[in-house]
């Protein structure tokens, strides 16, 4: 998986973003290396604004190349919502599919992302959170045909692990979180998620 993150996007983002293009280009003539989606990309005004023109510039390019390449992509966005989907309806015909990383967003937001039909939210540690509300927006409006599991390591990490290092170990926490929200067996929340990251990305597990 190969992008540019928005918090790395500055005034040089378009010199970045051939270097990179250049590399996936690379890869994908070679049998050795397989690139599987373009990522992570996308929209971050959590910390400035500074970027803001560029940050969606750059990002509207790699959607561009996801579309032309039929490479799904993984999408970072904080605080810009708005801004993203407006991005992705002008290509929504077109869209190879992907995931909205790390999801932590209201029923409104969600429904909202799940209008993009291959798209799927990523869904991480927040949901054994105390104070998260996801094990209710979930089960009332994303089916488990709609989520993949993360673990957004090192950052993240589930309780009873959070303010340590996360890992991917430390996934099991969320499946059984999710299992109980739900009302399912952790199983099929392994199996479900698992299905749907093939779907997605196009391999085997």
């Given at each position: 998986?190969?992008?540019?993150?928005?918090e790395e996007v500055r005034a040089d983002w378009s010199?970045?973003?051939?270097?990179?293009?250049?590399?996936?280009?690379?890869?994908?003539?070679?049998?050795?290396?397989?690139?599987?989606?373009?990522?992570?990309?996308?929209?971050?005004?959590?910390?400035?604004?500074?970027?803001?023109?560029?940050?969606?510039?750059?990002?509207?390019?790699?959607?561009?190349?996801?579309?032309?390449?039929?490479?799904?992509?993984?999408?970072?966005?904080?605080?810009?919502?708005?801004?993203?989907?407006?991005?992705?309806?002008?290509?929504?015909?077109?869209?190879?599919?992907?995931?909205?990383?790390?999801?932590?967003?209201?029923?409104?937001?969600?429904r909202q992302l799940l209008e993009f039909n291959r798209?799927?939210l990523g869904i991480g540690g927040v949901s054994t959170?105390?104070?998260?509300?996801?094990?209710?927006?979930?089960?009332?409006?994303?089916?488990?045909?709609?989520?993949?599991?993360?673990?957004?390591?090192?950052?993240?990490?589930?309780?009873?692990?959070?303010?340590?290092?996360?890992?991917?170990?430390?996934?099991?926490?969320?499946?059984?979180?999710?299992?109980?929200?739900?009302?399912?067996?952790?199983?099929?929340?392994?199996?479900?998620?698992?299905?749907?990251?093939?779907?997605?990305?196009?391999?085997?597990?």
């Amino acid at each position: 998986m190969l992008g540019l993150h928005p918090e790395e996007v500055r005034a040089d983002w378009s010199v970045a973003l051939s270097e990179i293009k250049q590399i996936i280009n690379s890869k994908l003539q070679t049998s050795k290396f397989k690139v599987l989606a373009i990522g992570e990309v996308g929209l971050d005004y959590y910390w400035s604004r500074e970027f803001e023109h560029e940050q969606l510039e750059a990002f509207e390019e790699q959607v561009r190349w996801a579309v032309d390449m039929q490479l799904p992509l993984m999408i970072h966005c904080r605080k810009a919502q708005n801004e993203l989907v407006t991005i992705l309806k002008r290509y929504a015909k077109n869209l190879p599919g992907g995931v909205f990383h790390c999801f932590t967003g209201n029923e409104q937001e969600a429904r909202q992302l799940l209008e993009f039909n291959r798209f799927v939210l990523g869904i991480g540690g927040v949901s054994t959170f105390k104070k998260s509300h996801l094990p209710e927006v979930l089960p009332t409006c994303v089916p488990l045909d709609r989520i993949v599991l993360e673990t957004d390591a090192p950052y993240m990490a589930p309780v009873p692990q959070r303010g340590q290092r996360n890992e991917s170990a430390y996934i099991r926490h969320v499946v059984t979180r999710l299992a109980e929200a739900y009302g399912v067996s952790e199983e099929e929340i392994c199996q479900k998620t698992n299905e749907n990251v093939q779907k997605v990305f196009g391999i085997q597990i």
